[in-house]
Structure formats: structure tokens, C-alpha cells
């Protein structure tokens, strides 16, 4: 064997190597060559050459890191932390503007006219922008029943009527107040049970007031309450809620010079907003790049557009990009909220506590526009009779609109509502039969294999466990 005293070096056969892998062989050969250089010669310029092992690497039991028992550390914690999470408030774009949108503040009218031309005089207002310059003036999750911004009727006073970019927030503001809206005021309806009735104002005439509903039926309910010792009814309702996340809508739109329109946006839903996006502004799809940031707090009440098509036709107007970032106050009157509910309950049961039937009437303020009413309202229709056997049920849900704060999407939407409402129902029915709350849940409640209202056939049912569980560490004791 041998090697010439170069700066590269040549790997011949060593035959002590013959049937190691491949690396093995490597590394001895390797090893055999350097024996044979002079160690006062310069070291090899050339590094020599090394295999990746084509063999997959596959985690050896026992080693690799245990994730269940572990501290898991959110990748955006951190920065979160330090403070160094951007928002869009943190985002600014040469040349950028800024939006405000003027909100209509009447319940309901019939707008007149629209005078913008003060506003548009102010010195460091770029653009202004009316309902009657959207494309398609409607959208929404469900119903495309509410406009970008109203330009005929008024339904809720967080309705939006006109947009203004400027160079700073402040003149943007300013300019809102010199928008001169006239209004025809028109009758209002805010009680959802009043909205029902064939003779109250409509919200979106001439169509009835009541836009959806749901029924559930299994077994015979007249014939479970014929059946019954005792019959106790109840009506529950729960309020209107905000989602009162700590950054507020915002959205900056921005076009480029072929005509395509880019939207960073604190919005869930992302395919969603685009395509709504699409339809009002009339753009192809693949014209629209949305990008959606880092959301400072959802709950569900970010699952739509607002203000994005508003600020997109402002930033094409002005040629500009443009931001806009709601306030506090917009945030409890221009954006959704949690349904409020009537509930109507009524459950039969037997002296020991055997519920035999129940009847439950969900009426949904749906506020001025639909936004996730259906959604809302099919998962407390279903989910209305609660975790209790039952063979005899009967639940019905409605959707009214209202001149009031648009509701939609909020955590669990349907569901908390209902959840409230059957519980203080077992509370009341335990009281009137004078049961332990604990014993009466633990009489009726589902089983393995029990079915639902629906026809679903349950598994791995622990509702009792779960009961005695959170019993055991509260410490109730079964009252006999």
C-alpha cells in the first residue's frame, strides 16, 4: 500500500476492513492511509467525504423525550413575555393611512342622503368611502344579510354609514364629524318575543323577523307528562356577552400595481374571510393574498369580516395602504356578541325522581343580522334536553332578529346557554321533590349506550363517574 506525501490523499481496499458497514470500512481505511504519510508534510486541504447512513433513524424506546409529564412551553410564549409579539397596531407600511369608520348611531331609519364633501376637504384626508361604492354590499357566515357599510337602511346603531383614511388617526376622526347623514327614523324592535309577533316593525322587511328554526322530537312528550307525578316549569334567560378580547379588530389592506389586494387581518377563518372578501369587493380569488397576524384574543368573535372591504376600497381610492383598528366602544356596538336567550322549560317527572318527559322552547335574539345564529341555534336545539335519559322529548329553537348588536359565534355558542338553563332546571325539580341535586343527576343521567334526543348512541359515557369525582373533592355529602 501506498500514498503519495500530497495534500490529497487517496482511500484504497484494506482487507481488514473487508464486511464492516460501510462507515466502518471508511474510518479504517482512512486510518491505514494516514499511517503511511510523513506527520512533518502539510495536513490534506480536501476533506474527506462522509456517507449519510441510508438506514431511517427510528427512536429507541426508553430514550427519546417523554412528552406526557413534561412542562410543554408554548413557541410563542416568550416573546409574548418580553413584549416583542407584533400585532398589527405594531405594523406600519409606507405612506400608510389611516381608517375610521363613521357608525350610525340610530337603531333603525331609512338614510336620505350622505354628504361627504367637508370631510373630503380636509386638509390629510385621502379617501372617503360610501355604501353605494361597495361592489356587493352584503355578506355574511350564513346569510348575506348585512352590508359593508349601510347605504339604505339602518338596523342597529353599530351599523357602519361611511369610511374616511387620513394621514393620522385623529384627522381621520375629526373628518367622521363632518359627515352629515340624514335620517328617516323607522320603528325598532328589542325584544325578541315582541320581534315574533305578526305585527311587529321588521327588521329586514317584508321578510318576518323570524329567519330560522329547529325542532327535536323523540317519543311522545303529552304522553311522558300524562305519565308524570309531578310537572315543574321554569323560564331562564342569559344576557348578551362581549368578548372583550385585549386587541381589538384591526386589519391594514394594501394593493399592489397589478390589481391584487393583500389584507393582514385579525380574522380566525382565514379561507372564509377570503372568499367574502371575493364576493363584496367582486375580485377573482387568487387576486386576494389575506395573511392572518398573531390574534390578540378570538373566543369566536373574529370569525368574520367587518371593516376589510371598507379598507380596501379606501386603500384603492387612495392608492395607499390602509389601517384601521376598532375602539373600545365599537368593539361592544359594531362587532358580534354572545345570543342572548328565553328559555322555556317543562319536565315530568315520577315521585322518585324518574324523568319522563321534557319540553324545551329556545328563543335566540339574533340581533340585527344573522352572522352564526343557524349554527347557534342548532347546537342548543340539540343539546337543549341535556345529559339525562329521556324517552320522551321535545326541544324547538328560533332565530329573531332585533335592532340590537348583532350576536354570533362566542365560545361553545349554544351551548353555555343551554347548559344553564337545564342545570337550574334540576336544581328546581330536585327542590320541588325534595332529592339531593347530586342523587337526582345520578337517577337520570347517561349511560353506556344510552341514546340522545337525536338517535346517537353514546360511548365511553362517564358522566356519572365524572359527578362522584367532582363530588368526592368538593365534598358533598348526599343528602337522604
Not at 348575506?144 to 339602518?154: F, K
Not at 371593516?307 to 387612495?318: G, M
Not at 328546581?428 to 337520570?444: H, K, Q, S, V
Request: net charge neutral; hydrophobic share 40%; aromatic share 6%.
Amino acid at each position: 500500500m501506498q500514498c503519495r506525501k500530497w495534500r490529497a490523499y487517496t482511500v484504497v481496499s484494506n482487507p481488514v476492513a473487508e464486511g464492516k458497514p460501510v462507515v466502518e470500512r471508511e474510518r479504517l481505511a482512512i486510518e491505514e492511509a494516514l499511517r503511511g504519510l510523513d506527520e512533518s508534510a502539510p495536513l490534506p486541504a480536501a476533506v474527506p467525504s462522509t456517507r449519510l447512513p441510508v438506514e431511517p433513524l427510528v427512536p429507541v424506546p426508553g430514550q427519546q423525550i417523554r412528552a406526557v409529564g413534561q412542562r410543554a412551553v408554548r413557541p410563542d410564549s416568550r416573546n409574548h413575555g418580553l413584549g416583542q409579539t407584533r400585532y398589527i397596531a405594531d405594523f406600519t407600511l409606507p405612506g400608510m393611512l389611516h381608517a375610521k369608520i363613521k357608525r350610525a348611531g340610530v337603531a333603525s331609519a331609512r338614510i336620505k342622503r350622505i354628504d361627504t364633501s367637508a370631510a373630503e376637504a380636509m386638509p390629510g384626508v385621502i379617501s372617503v368611502v360610501v355604501g353605494c361604492e361597495v361592489p356587493v354590499n352584503s355578506f355574511g357566515p350564513t346569510f348575506q344579510d348585512q352590508p359593508v357599510l349601510a347605504d339604505q337602511l339602518v338596523r342597529h346603531a353599530g351599523d357602519g354609514v361611511a369610511g374616511v383614511a387620513a394621514v393620522t388617526e385623529q384627522i381621520a376622526a375629526e373628518a367622521l364629524e363632518k359627515i352629515i347623514v340624514d335620517y328617516e327614523p323607522l320603528p325598532a324592535v328589542f325584544d325578541p318575543l315582541e320581534a315574533m309577533r305578526e305585527d311587529a316593525p321588521k327588521v329586514h322587511p317584508p321578510k318576518s323577523n323570524i329567519y330560522h328554526s329547529m325542532v327535536v322530537r323523540r317519543g311522545d312528550v303529552e304522553k311522558g307528562f300524562a305519565q308524570s307525578d309531578h310537572i315543574v316549569q321554569g323560564r331562564f334567560t342569559s344576557q348578551m356577552v362581549e368578548h372583550v378580547s385585549i386587541e381589538p379588530h384591526a386589519a391594514i389592506a394594501d394593493w399592489d400595481a397589478n390589481g391584487r389586494l393583500t389584507v393582514w387581518a385579525t380574522i380566525g377563518r382565514l379561507t372564509l374571510a377570503r372568499a367574502d372578501l371575493a364576493r363584496t369587493l367582486q375580485l377573482p380569488m387568487n387576486h386576494i393574498r389575506l395573511i392572518g397576524t398573531i390574534v390578540g384574543g378570538n373566543f369566536g368573535g373574529k370569525n368574520e369580516i367587518s371593516q376589510e372591504p371598507a379598507l380596501a376600497l379606501l386603500s384603492k381610492k387612495a392608492g395607499r395602504p390602509v389601517k384601521g383598528i376598532l375602539t373600545r366602544g365599537e368593539e361592544f356596538i359594531a362587532s358580534t356578541a354572545r345570543h342572548p336567550f328565553i328559555m322555556d322549560y317543562k319536565t315530568g317527572v315520577t315521585k322518585d325522581g324518574r324523568i319522563l318527559a321534557r319540553t324545551a322552547r329556545l328563543v335566540l335574539d339574533g340581533g340585527a343580522y344573522c352572522s352564526w345564529s343557524e349554527t347557534t341555534l342548532s347546537k342548543s336545539c340539540i343539546l337543549a334536553a341535556g345529559p339525562y335519559k329521556i324517552d320522551n322529548v321535545r326541544s324547538e329553537a328560533i332565530a329573531v332578529y332585533t335592532n340590537k348588536t348583532m350576536t354570533g359565534a362566542m365560545r361553545g355558542f349554544g351551548a353555555p346557554q343551554t347548559c344553564f338553563a337545564y342545570e337550574s332546571h334540576m336544581d328546581d325539580i330536585a327542590t320541588a321533590l325534595g332529592i339531593d341535586p347530586l342523587e337526582f343527576r345520578l337517577r337520570n343521567a347517561f349511560e353506556e349506550g344510552s341514546q340522545t334526543p337525536t338517535g346517537q348512541v353514546l360511548h365511553s359515557v362517564a358522566v356519572k363517574q365524572t359527578l362522584l369525582k367532582a363530588a368526592e373533592r368538593f365534598g358533598w355529602e348526599i343528602q337522604s
